[in-house]
């Protein structure tokens, strides 16, 4: 069974550009969650999706956004950018997302660089 | 909300020395409490969670967490440190009535000294 895929897995843009990042669930999985890593910072939640709606939402800007598809793949979009956004984007995935027990799946991450 | 502390954002230890990494929860309500583990350039595994079954949980990798109410801690101890444990450790809550939304601490970088 695959993991979490996340892509791509490096970023480089520079201030104002936007950027959109993938993540493709566990198959099966219905959840799909984004958190921002920095140092310092640890993991800070942005949003969670299930069913193509958006159930929960971090304390982040409008500039982050998301969108889930029927297929469960997520999608974060992050417009302006600006250069304290560089961080370690990552998606977990869980099954149902509604069991406050459930595990967390995570993906690699995609490395956001903001020049 | 929830929020989650961290105590020692670095810790060392010998090799074959016990490891404890501390983790103080603030929660109104009976909370789930995780550890996640990540390894250089990969992504977050789960050690351990706690969901009221037992105070006392044990993980992968030989790692346990013990439930306090008294102290709100869930404290991840190894009573034997190896190379390969070398990681940054996640000390997570989690709530949520429409889904799950997961509080994580900033994080302990574990250095295991030869």
């Known amino acids: 069974k695959a993991g979490v895929t996340q892509t791509p897995r490096y970023l480089i843009k520079t201030r104002g550009q936007q950027v959109t990042l993938s993540c493709s669930p566990i198959?099966?999985?219905?959840?799909v969650s984004w958190y921002q890593q920095t140092p310092g910072q640890g993991l800070q939640f942005l949003f969670e999706y299930f069913s193509e709606t958006q159930r929960n939402k971090g304390n982040f800007p409008g500039r982050f956004s998301g969108r889930q598809f029927s297929n469960s793949r997520s999608e974060m979009n992050v417009s302006t950018l600006e250069l304290g956004d560089s961080a370690l984007y990552l998606c977990?995935?869980?099954?149902?997302?509604?069991?406050?027990?459930?595990?967390?799946?995570f993906g690699s991450g995609t490395q956001l660089s903001v020049l | 909300a929830q929020s989650v502390t961290q105590l020692g954002s670095h810790v060392s230890v010998s090799e074959g020395a016990l490891v404890l990494l501390r983790c103080n929860y603030s929660?109104?309500?009976?909370?789930?409490l995780f550890w996640y583990v990540q390894y250089p350039n990969q992504g977050l595994q789960l050690l351990l969670k706690y969901t009221s079954a037992a105070t006392l949980v044990k993980g992968i990798n030989g790692f346990e967490a013990e439930f306090k109410k008294s102290e709100t801690s869930f404290h991840l101890t190894k009573p034997s440190a190896h190379m390969s444990d070398a990681a940054e450790y996640f000390c997570a809550v989690s709530e949520g009535r429409t889904g799950n939304q997961f509080y994580f601490g900033t994080g302990t970088s574990l250095t295991v000294i030869p």
């Open positions: 929660s109104s309500v009976p909370p789930y």
């Open positions: 198959s099966g999985h219905r959840s």
């Open positions: 977990a995935s869980s099954l149902t997302g509604t069991a406050l027990n459930e595990k967390l799946f």
